[in-house]
């Protein structure tokens, strides 16, 4: 199997129906789960795509994987994440998340916020493995929403190798 071509770009209107598409696909095993449309399958991307950020995932230049981000006073808010069925369990899912870490950092946010029904385990259990820790949970439409929290520790500066720095760097190249 040859190698494919991974990449992220930020979303415009004209993805709408992909990322609409793509949600719908991504969520559509939960139905049977807890018996209702997930809430982002029921969601107005053409009007959300003018209040989030949309980040898009895409494999061979296809639309793989969405993150709905907002950042908010103290935290990156993960509105929405979702990975197509097809390019599921290849580390998608966890390739947006550090793309939220990233994104949260560069705002200099210091943690990640998102919710998520209790039900959709495998989901939980990435977040958890992440560093995600739940901070509350109350019940929805017959169901349990988590909040979800992963705080973040401050960045480590880069330091130069021994012996070598910006002076050396200079007179190495000359």
Sequence with gaps: ????????????AAD???????VRAAYAKWIPVIGREPRPMLADYSEAIHDFRFDLLTVDGQ????????????????????????HQRRGHGQSLLILAEQLARHAELDALRLLTNAAFKSNV?????????????????????LYMTRRL?????????????????TTARA
Aim: some cysteine; charged content about 15%; proline content about 9%.
């Design 1 to 12: 199997m040859p190698p494919h071509f991974v990449a992220f770009r930020t979303a415009t």
């Design 63 to 86: 639309v793989a994987g969405v993150l709905q981000t907002c950042p908010c006073a103290d935290h990156l808010w993960i509105e929405n994440l979702a990975v197509h069925p097809h």
């Design 153 to 169: 520790t401050p960045s480590i500066p880069i330091r130069a190798a021994h012996g070598w720095n910006n002076e050396t760097r």
């Design 125 to 145: 259990a990435l977040y958890e493995k992440l560093g995600y820790e739940i901070e509350q949970s109350e019940s929805f439409m017959g169901g349990t929403t």
């Design 16 to 22: 709408v129906p992909a990322i609409r598409s793509l």
